[in-house]
């Protein structure tokens, strides 16, 4: 016994020490594991230590399927005393390394309701926590959270941690970086919660991304019921947050700041469809706890520049009240550039599980309906933008029955209200639905009152409509902003019955009128009486109907019965007189889907009879206003007969016209038309013929099998008929068409052409030829030369048009060209142009001529073509006299330097339209002979060249002209240009940049001249030698001395006098100009009178010739007949 003991008691040591040790890390995760799996979650982990010596738990992986997709953590490590353990106390715990992966937004299943919550038990149960938490050591370290929703991330957090002290009441926070949906990142933070016996104290935490609680205290007595009080920052938004002990009553007010909403929510991963600025918000709830059901309260929201789309209101405020037996909800919104009310309330009956609405009633109002029609013009097309609708309203009212929360029924009453009922009539719209029920609306408006019923479920319908005295002048304003316009004003008195089923397009009625009248501008009305009855498609008839405009009448007698559609009477008279007569017989299908088998084979006979007497076209500008260009004295005659079958019919068919004149061109001759009809046994011919007073007739034909019977069973075969067409032109002479050209002094010239067509009927061959010869045109504007000689032909067809041998004669230049233009679908295509020009006129006036010599091709895609080659200026010249000798003019002095200045060129590329302004230029310009300038002052010439790029819309020139030899003779001096350069850049366009430097020496000055600048803003800069003011420059330039030399009365008279004789010497004064010939030997010759010796002051009459650049030689007489003779040698510096 004593060694069973004894084993016994060995046995139970070395299991202590097994389960101290090996045991305890054997069991512990096979237990834990079990638990995991009831659970739903899947892990292990790995335990160290043994009790004794301090236990650790390790490297734990869980795994879930629902919120809880992964949690890992490093190392566990409880801090315990072996006494205290027996007890289940614990001194402290360290967790490190956790990192855990959630899953948001996953639909929950539903669960069995849940007793309310108890608070007092919630208070006692918090308080019962913090007992055991506050004496622990505890720390958390680097915790890391990853959340999705749809595989998408919402919230990163950082590495973060949580320490307690034993005993203390603060817990420290510290919270890594966070990283929201978008990929911001925010900052790293500390926080602390003081936990005290009764109440839980934050002072400030930012749980998630711009989501901060601050100051928020939740009191905890003992107890009693917990309640709330803190600051929500979203964003910008600050919200004070209230919830009364026992959360009975709970307070959210927007205290200041704004809240992007979408973007806010965007940062949590929810995407709305809509964005907007939360601008005021508050919110008042009582009765929440313990029964939600029951609770009331009220919501004020203010929410601004709502965008949903391309939809956009500044303004959306939203009300909402909840009582224990009521719900009312009002709305205001600035929306589509008007103000748009709605108000809405409700009964509300409450139970314990249920809350069920009863009938909702409201209105509505938009306030300003032109605004609203504005705005949606631009998302509509079928609103008119310009139409001016009336300054109008609408107001309206509805209600909707609910059973279970079902709608049952719903009725809206809409009026739509002019505020000038004079100038539009008001609309009043009543509709009811209801399950099972058809659904109905009626239209009131002034005159007219229309009723209705649908049937949805069967498409079927009943309506009426009454008129009394309505017309159409009180709707114009209301149809022109869908685009309608009437071209007149109907009104009407009478009424209409009708019903049917849409789907099997079945219809039934009768329409009666006492009166209709049809009123037109600059005609007399239509007025007509009758009615019809249908029963479609079985038949319908008409009752009497008439119609009449003035003394004209139309009477028509109509009917379809078995299938027959019966014209038992046209008659169309003017007064007693009947101008035409017709009658008519039509086989109709009764089903008329099948309407190709009835053409195809139906044998019943069918009649057609229409004839007219010969009538003047005149009658018809009665009935058809757009006719009002037809001559009165113009007649016309119509027979159609039709008979046979629909599957070999007999066709015969007939118009003359004769004396067609066109009242706004009376110098047209008359023309008399013919065209005839034929069909029977397999052919269809079409012949026409118009004839003038002393032209030959242009005559038409036209030739095809007619086989209605194939046509009717296969369409398409039409396109393969053969088909054989021609048109020929006369004989044209140009010059009967003077007068058609009031700008043309003379026009003369032969066109003659034709037109054939063969092939298919689906793919016809089209060709033409016109040819023009012996064209000529001269116009009355003498600044535009004639064109002679002109000739070409065009050829043409459906897909191309050639202009070959293209020839004319243009006041000694000559034109070339020809070219070719494709076309598709009647649509220009690519284009091949080439014209040639030698010495042609490009500009002619009074002192300036331009010839040029042109090589120009105009290639490629119409969308997109360009112009290629180039234009050389040959022959032309500027020539123009100036008088500077203002004989008769007072003198008022000098005025500041400066040059005339150019326009600008604009290009205007608005007024070009497409494609044109997009063909590209790819020219060079330049002078083939140098452009010479002549003139009683000035001579030289300029030569150069450019590019010329872009387009036709946007040209952009690039290149350099240089002025040489430019000589200006002024009164006293030369003034030479060596060399001056005209620059054209892009960027500049047409508004050159000038650079000319010219020297002018009036003795004793040398005066240096430099032009800069564009030509629309030129600069001019003036220097001279001895230096003097730009005003003294000019006035030295003028009259060879300065103001100071002016002053002495003789002086000026010598001056002037000098300038006479210089002006009769270079022939510039009219009656001396035949001897320039003669003093033109003189013109190396220098001459002065009365000129003041600068040293001795004496005055001297003198001719001064030059031997050569440096050397001259003057010779000169005093006032007191001395004479003298110089040799001069001159040394210029610069």
């Known amino acids: 016994m004593k060694y069973r003991l004894l084993i016994l008691l060995g046995l139970l040591l070395l299991g202590l020490v097994w389960l101290n040790g090996p045991g305890l890390r054997l069991i512990t995760p096979r237990v834990a594991v079990h638990f995991l799996e009831k659970a739903g979650l899947r892990g292990n982990f790995t335990v160290g230590g043994n009790l004794t010596g301090g ?200 205290k200041e700041g704004k809240l992007q909403v979408d973007e806010t929510a965007r940062r949590f991963g929810v995407e709305l469809p809509a964005a907007a600025t939360l601008t005021s918000l508050s919110v008042e709830l009582d009765q929440l706890l313990p029964d939600p059901k029951s609770a009331t309260g009220t919501v004020r929201t203010l929410l601004e520049n709502v965008a949903w789309q391309d939809w956009l209101s500044s303004e959306l405020s939203l009300d909402a009240t909840l009582t224990d037996a009521q719900a009312t909800v009002n709305g205001r919104s600035k929306l589509l550039g008007t103000e748009i009310a709605v108000e809405a309330t409700a009964p509300v009956a409450r139970s314990e599980k249920s809350f069920t609405l009863g009938e909702t009633t409201g209105k509505f109002n938009v306030a300003d309906v032109p605004a609203l029609l504005r705005e949606l013009s631009a998302r509509v097309p079928a609103i008119d933008p310009e139409a001016v609708a009336p300054a109008s309203s609408i107001d309206g009212s509805f209600s909707v029955a609910f059973a279970s929360n079902k709608p049952q029924s719903a009725d809206v009453d809409l009026s739509l209200k002019p505020q000038d009922v004079t100038i539009a009539t008001p609309m009043n719209i009543k509709a009811r639905w209801a399950p099972d029920q058809p659904l109905a609306a009626d239209l009131v408006l002034d005159g007219a009152k229309v009723n209705t019923t649908y049937q949805i479920q069967t498409a079927g319908y009943k309506a009426s409509a009454e008129f009394e005295e309505f017309t159409t002048a009180r709707i114009e304003r209301w149809l022109s902003i869908a685009k309608v316009k009437l071209g007149g004003t109907a009104s009407l008195t009478g009424r209409w019955d009708g019903g049917g089923e849409i789907k099997a397009n079945k219809h039934r009625g009768e329409l009666s009128f006492t009166q209709a009248t049809w009123s037109r501008e600059m005609a007399e009305p239509i007025t007509a009486i009758g009615g019809m009855a249908y029963d479609w498609p079985s038949g319908f008839e008409t009752k009497g109907l008439r119609v009449r405009m003035g003394e004209q009448g139309v009477a028509l007698e109509a009917a379809l019965s078995h299938g027959l559609l019966d014209l038992r009477n046209f008659t169309w008279t003017r007064g007693i007189e009947e101008l035409a007569h017709g009658t008519a017989s039509l086989p109709i299908p009764e089903d008329f889907s099948k309407w190709r088998d009835t053409l195809a084979r139906d044998a019943r006979p069918l009649d057609v009879s229409i004839d007219s007497k010969v009538l003047s076209l005149g009658l018809l500008k009665e009935w058809v206003p757009a006719l009002e260009q037809l001559d009165p004295r113009s007649t016309g005659q119509l027979g159609i007969h039709v008979s046979g079958t629909y599957s070999d019919p007999l066709i015969d068919a007939k118009f003359v016209a004769r004396d067609l004149r066109s009242p706004a061109r009376p110098q047209l001759p008359p023309a008399d038309l013919k065209i005839s009809l034929v069909g029977g046994e397999g052919r269809l011919r079409l012949e026409g013929e118009a004839t003038s007073p002393d032209f030959p007739a242009a005559v038409m034909k036209a030739d095809m099998a007619f086989r209605p019977a194939e046509w009717a069973q296969n369409p398409a075969s039409i396109k393969d008929e053969d088909l054989v067409a021609r048109l020929d032109l ?153 008088e500077l000798l203002p004989i008769g003019t007072p003198f008022t002095g000098p005025s500041a330097a400066a040059i005339p200045k150019f326009d600008k060129s604009q290009t205007q590329v608005g007024g070009m339209p497409e494609p044109f302004r997009n063909w590209g230029l790819n020219v060079t310009v330049r002078t083939d002979a140098p452009l010479i300038i002549r003139g009683n002052l000035a001579n030289g010439d300029i030569s150069g060249s450019m590019k010329i790029g872009g387009n036709l819309g946007n040209p952009a020139p690039d290149g350099d002209f240089k002025v040489r030899n430019f000589k200006a003779s002024l009164p006293f001096s030369t003034l030479s240009v060596r060399s001056g350069l005209i620059s054209f850049k892009p960027d500049s366009g047409f508004d050159p940049i000038l650079e000319i430097r010219g020297t002018a020496e009036p003795r004793p000055y040398t005066v240096n001249v430099y032009a800069y600048g564009n030509a629309s803003n030129p600069q001019l800069l003036l220097t001279s030698n001895p230096p003097l003011p730009d005003n003294e420059i000019m006035t030295l330039l003028a009259t060879g001395t300065t103001t100071s030399g002016l002053e002495d009365p003789s002086v000026a008279s010598s001056r002037a006098m000098h300038l006479l004789a210089e002006e009769i010497r270079h022939g510039r004064v009219s009656y001396t100009r035949r001897l320039r010939p003669l003093l033109g030997l003189l013109d190396k010759v220098n001459f002065s009178v009365a000129e003041s010796d600068p040293y001795s002051n004496d005055k001297f009459s003198t001719a001064t010739i030059s031997l050569t650049d440096k050397w001259f030689l003057s010779t000169g007489m005093g006032e007191t007949g001395d004479s003298r003779i110089l040799a001069i040698w001159r040394l210029t510096f610069h």
């Open 55 to 254: 236990l650790s738990f390790s490297d734990l992986h869980i795994e879930g399927d629902k919120e809880l997709a992964s949690l890992s953590i490093d190392k566990v490590t409880p801090e315990y005393e072996w006494r205290g353990l027996i007890r289940g106390e614990l001194k402290g715990l360290t967790i490190d390394g956790v990192h855990a992966d959630l899953r948001l937004g996953l639909e929950k299943p539903e669960e069995p309701e849940k007793p309310p919550l108890d608070l007092k038990k919630l208070v006692t149960t918090v308080r019962s926590i913090r007992g055991r938490v506050i004496p622990l050591n505890l720390e958390l370290r680097n915790l890391t959270l990853a959340a999705t929703r749809e595989g998408k991330p919402v919230i990163g957090l950082a590495k973060s941690g949580l320490s307690h002290a034993a005993g203390s009441d603060d817990i420290r926070l510290e919270l890594g970086a966070i990283t929201d949906a978008s990929g911001r990142e925010w900052p790293a933070q500390q926080s602390a919660i003081v936990w005290s016996q009764d109440a839980l104290d934050i002072r400030r935490i930012d749980p998630l991304p711009g989501v901060s609680l601050r100051d928020l205290v939740v009191q905890l007595p003992a107890g009693g019921e917990p309640s709330l009080d803190g600051e929500l920052h979203l964003d910008e938004a600050v919200f004070l947050l209230y919830a009364a002990p026992g959360f009975s009553s709970a307070k959210i007010d927007l």
């Open 730 to 882: 006369p004989r044209l002479d140009l010059s009967r068409f003077n007068t058609l050209v009031p700008s043309a002094e003379q026009l003369s010239g032969a066109l003659t052409g034709n037109v054939g067509v063969s092939g298919k009927v689906g793919k016809p061959e089209i060709k033409g030829l016109l040819e023009l010869t012996g064209g000529a045109l001269r116009l009355k504007d003498q600044r535009i030369p004639p064109l002679e000689g002109v000739a070409a032909a065009v050829e043409f067809a459906l897909d191309r048009a050639v202009v070959k041998n293209l020839r004319a004669t243009v006041a000694g230049g000559s034109l070339q060209g020809e070219g070719t233009l494709s076309l598709s679908e009647g649509k220009p295509g690519p284009l091949d142009v080439r014209l040639r020009g030698n010495h042609l006129p490009l500009l002619r006036n009074d002192y300036l001529i331009v010839r040029a010599n042109g090589d120009l091709r105009l290639q490629g895609a119409w969308e997109n073509a360009v112009v290629s080659g180039s234009v050389g200026l040959v022959d032309s010249i500027f020539y123009r006299d100036i």
